[in-house]
Protein backbone atom coordinates (compact mmCIF):
# COMPACT_ATOMS: atom_id res chain seq x y z
CA UNK A 1 0.00 0.00 0.00
CA UNK A 2 1.63 3.18 -1.50
CA UNK A 3 0.22 6.74 -0.93
CA UNK A 4 -0.85 8.18 -4.45
CA UNK A 5 1.67 11.12 -5.19
CA UNK A 6 1.69 11.03 -8.58
CA UNK A 7 -0.43 10.41 -11.43
CA UNK A 8 0.78 9.48 -15.28
CA UNK A 9 -1.06 9.15 -18.35
CA UNK A 10 -0.35 6.60 -20.90
CA UNK A 11 -1.76 6.00 -24.45
CA UNK A 12 -1.94 6.94 -28.14
CA UNK A 13 -1.18 10.14 -29.34
CA UNK A 14 -3.96 12.24 -29.52
CA UNK A 15 -5.95 10.31 -26.52
CA UNK A 16 -5.83 13.52 -25.05
CA UNK A 17 -3.63 12.52 -22.18
CA UNK A 18 -2.03 16.30 -22.60
CA UNK A 19 -5.30 18.34 -22.25
CA UNK A 20 -6.68 15.73 -19.40
CA UNK A 21 -3.21 15.92 -18.19
CA UNK A 22 -3.54 19.87 -17.64
CA UNK A 23 -7.10 19.90 -16.37
CA UNK A 24 -6.57 17.07 -13.29
CA UNK A 25 -3.42 18.83 -12.36
CA UNK A 26 -5.33 21.88 -12.00
CA UNK A 27 -8.25 19.50 -10.20
CA UNK A 28 -5.89 18.15 -8.23
CA UNK A 29 -3.80 21.38 -7.38
CA UNK A 30 -0.86 19.71 -8.43
CA UNK A 31 2.06 20.74 -10.98
CA UNK A 32 1.37 18.91 -14.61
CA UNK A 33 4.57 17.98 -16.43
CA UNK A 34 4.50 17.19 -19.78
CA UNK A 35 7.64 14.98 -21.22
CA UNK A 36 7.43 16.74 -24.80
CA UNK A 37 7.09 20.35 -23.51
CA UNK A 38 10.25 19.21 -20.95
CA UNK A 39 12.00 17.87 -24.32
CA UNK A 40 11.57 20.82 -26.23
CA UNK A 41 12.63 23.27 -23.72
CA UNK A 42 16.02 20.81 -22.51
CA UNK A 43 16.62 20.78 -26.28
CA UNK A 44 15.70 23.98 -27.61
CA UNK A 45 13.53 23.23 -30.44
CA UNK A 46 10.12 21.32 -31.30
CA UNK A 47 9.84 17.74 -31.33
CA UNK A 48 9.34 17.25 -34.80
CA UNK A 49 13.22 19.06 -35.44
CA UNK A 50 14.51 16.45 -33.20
CA UNK A 51 12.81 13.87 -35.38
CA UNK A 52 13.91 15.24 -38.59
CA UNK A 53 17.08 15.94 -37.55
CA UNK A 54 18.18 12.45 -35.71
CA UNK A 55 14.67 9.81 -36.37
CA UNK A 56 13.02 8.53 -33.87
CA UNK A 57 15.91 6.92 -32.25
CA UNK A 58 17.18 10.57 -31.25
CA UNK A 59 13.73 11.46 -29.78
CA UNK A 60 13.52 8.07 -27.97
CA UNK A 61 16.74 8.86 -26.39
CA UNK A 62 16.09 12.48 -25.47
CA UNK A 63 12.89 11.04 -23.42
CA UNK A 64 14.69 8.23 -21.74
CA UNK A 65 16.97 10.82 -20.50
CA UNK A 66 15.08 13.33 -19.19
CA UNK A 67 12.87 10.27 -17.65
CA UNK A 68 14.62 9.61 -14.27
CA UNK A 69 14.29 13.45 -13.06
CA UNK A 70 10.14 13.90 -14.40
CA UNK A 71 9.50 10.09 -12.50
CA UNK A 72 11.11 11.45 -9.11
CA UNK A 73 8.63 14.66 -9.31
CA UNK A 74 5.95 14.50 -6.74
CA UNK A 75 3.37 15.26 -6.66
CA UNK A 76 2.44 15.62 -10.31
CA UNK A 77 0.58 14.78 -13.12
CA UNK A 78 2.84 13.30 -15.92
CA UNK A 79 1.90 13.02 -19.48
CA UNK A 80 4.52 11.40 -21.50
CA UNK A 81 4.29 11.35 -25.14
CA UNK A 82 2.17 8.01 -27.05
CA UNK A 83 5.41 5.97 -27.74
CA UNK A 84 7.10 6.35 -24.44
CA UNK A 85 6.45 2.97 -22.97
CA UNK A 86 8.90 1.79 -26.24
CA UNK A 87 11.63 2.76 -24.22
CA UNK A 88 13.49 -0.48 -22.47
CA UNK A 89 12.21 -0.86 -18.49
CA UNK A 90 10.37 3.10 -18.30
CA UNK A 91 7.38 1.15 -17.04
CA UNK A 92 9.45 -0.68 -14.45
CA UNK A 93 10.92 2.92 -13.35
CA UNK A 94 7.42 4.09 -11.59
CA UNK A 95 7.79 4.56 -8.25
CA UNK A 96 5.39 2.67 -6.45
CA UNK A 97 2.99 5.62 -4.97
CA UNK A 98 2.33 6.63 -9.08
CA UNK A 99 -1.15 5.67 -10.20
CA UNK A 100 -0.70 5.00 -13.76
CA UNK A 101 -3.48 5.52 -16.22
CA UNK A 102 -4.52 4.26 -19.95
CA UNK A 103 -6.38 6.55 -21.90
CA UNK A 104 -8.01 4.12 -24.51
CA UNK A 105 -9.13 5.93 -27.92
CA UNK A 106 -9.84 3.46 -30.96
CA UNK A 107 -7.93 4.13 -34.33
CA UNK A 108 -10.18 6.16 -36.25
CA UNK A 109 -10.56 8.73 -33.16
CA UNK A 110 -7.05 9.24 -33.17
CA UNK A 111 -7.17 10.23 -36.84
CA UNK A 112 -9.93 12.09 -36.69
CA UNK A 113 -8.75 13.91 -33.54
CA UNK A 114 -5.10 14.45 -35.19
CA UNK A 115 -6.78 16.18 -38.57
CA UNK A 116 -8.98 17.90 -36.46
CA UNK A 117 -7.21 19.69 -34.15
CA UNK A 118 -4.48 20.68 -36.84
CA UNK A 119 -1.97 20.92 -33.45
CA UNK A 120 1.24 19.83 -33.10
CA UNK A 121 3.02 18.25 -35.91
CA UNK A 122 2.86 14.05 -35.79
CA UNK A 123 5.84 12.95 -37.17
CA UNK A 124 4.61 9.44 -36.88
CA UNK A 125 1.92 10.00 -38.74
CA UNK A 126 3.62 12.13 -41.41
CA UNK A 127 4.42 8.74 -43.96
CA UNK A 128 1.79 6.53 -45.72
CA UNK A 129 -2.12 5.91 -44.75
CA UNK A 130 -2.58 7.59 -41.03
CA UNK A 131 -5.26 4.99 -39.94
CA UNK A 132 -3.44 1.76 -41.19
CA UNK A 133 -0.22 3.73 -39.14
CA UNK A 134 -2.25 4.35 -36.07
CA UNK A 135 -3.15 0.92 -35.98
CA UNK A 136 -0.15 -0.85 -36.49
CA UNK A 137 1.29 1.67 -33.49
CA UNK A 138 -1.93 0.61 -31.27
CA UNK A 139 -1.28 -3.23 -32.01
CA UNK A 140 2.31 -2.82 -31.20
CA UNK A 141 1.87 -0.88 -28.15
CA UNK A 142 -1.51 -1.96 -26.53
CA UNK A 143 0.68 -5.06 -24.01
CA UNK A 144 2.32 -1.77 -22.74
CA UNK A 145 -0.26 0.36 -22.20
CA UNK A 146 -2.30 -2.26 -20.60
CA UNK A 147 -0.31 -2.56 -17.69
CA UNK A 148 -1.61 0.59 -16.26
CA UNK A 149 -3.14 0.90 -13.31
CA UNK A 150 -6.69 1.72 -14.40
CA UNK A 151 -7.96 1.96 -18.34
CA UNK A 152 -10.68 4.13 -19.21
CA UNK A 153 -12.07 4.76 -22.58
CA UNK A 154 -12.22 8.44 -24.33
CA UNK A 155 -13.85 7.91 -27.17
CA UNK A 156 -16.78 10.37 -27.37
CA UNK A 157 -16.21 12.13 -23.61
CA UNK A 158 -15.03 15.99 -23.11
CA UNK A 159 -11.31 15.85 -21.89
CA UNK A 160 -13.34 17.69 -19.14
CA UNK A 161 -15.46 14.08 -18.39
CA UNK A 162 -12.27 12.37 -18.24
CA UNK A 163 -10.56 14.51 -16.11
CA UNK A 164 -13.54 14.88 -14.12
CA UNK A 165 -13.80 11.03 -13.54
CA UNK A 166 -10.30 10.32 -13.16
CA UNK A 167 -10.11 13.52 -10.37
CA UNK A 168 -13.38 11.23 -8.73
CA UNK A 169 -10.89 7.92 -8.72
CA UNK A 170 -7.75 9.60 -7.41
CA UNK A 171 -9.29 11.18 -4.27
CA UNK A 172 -11.41 7.76 -3.67
CA UNK A 173 -7.93 6.07 -3.57
CA UNK A 174 -6.90 8.89 -1.40
CA UNK A 175 -10.16 8.78 0.89
CA UNK A 176 -10.65 6.81 4.13
CA UNK A 177 -6.86 6.95 5.00
CA UNK A 178 -4.09 9.87 5.49
CA UNK A 179 -2.04 7.30 3.83
CA UNK A 180 -3.86 7.40 0.45
CA UNK A 181 -3.29 3.30 -0.65
CA UNK A 182 -2.73 1.93 -4.23
C1 LIG B 1 4.79 10.00 -30.27
C2 LIG B 1 3.80 10.75 -29.68
C3 LIG B 1 3.93 12.21 -29.49
C4 LIG B 1 5.41 12.64 -29.42
C5 LIG B 1 6.16 12.09 -30.59
C6 LIG B 1 6.09 10.57 -30.69
C7 LIG B 1 4.57 8.53 -30.45
O1 LIG B 1 3.30 12.60 -28.28
O2 LIG B 1 5.99 12.20 -28.23
O3 LIG B 1 5.63 12.68 -31.75
O4 LIG B 1 5.56 7.80 -30.63
O5 LIG B 1 3.39 8.08 -30.37
P1 LIG B 1 1.70 12.61 -28.06
O6 LIG B 1 1.30 11.23 -27.65
O7 LIG B 1 1.51 13.59 -26.95
O8 LIG B 1 1.07 13.04 -29.35
Do not use: C
Request: net charge neutral; charged share 30%; proline share 8%.
Amino acid sequence: MHAVRRVVLLGSMASGKSTVGALLARRLGWPHLDFDREIEREHGRPVAEIFAEGGEAAFRSAEAAITPRLLRTAPAVLTPGGGWVTNPGVLGMLPPDTMSVWLRVSAPEVVRRAVADGGPARPLLQDGDPLDRVERLLRDREPLYRRADLHLDTDGRTPDQVAADLEARVRDRMAGTPEATL
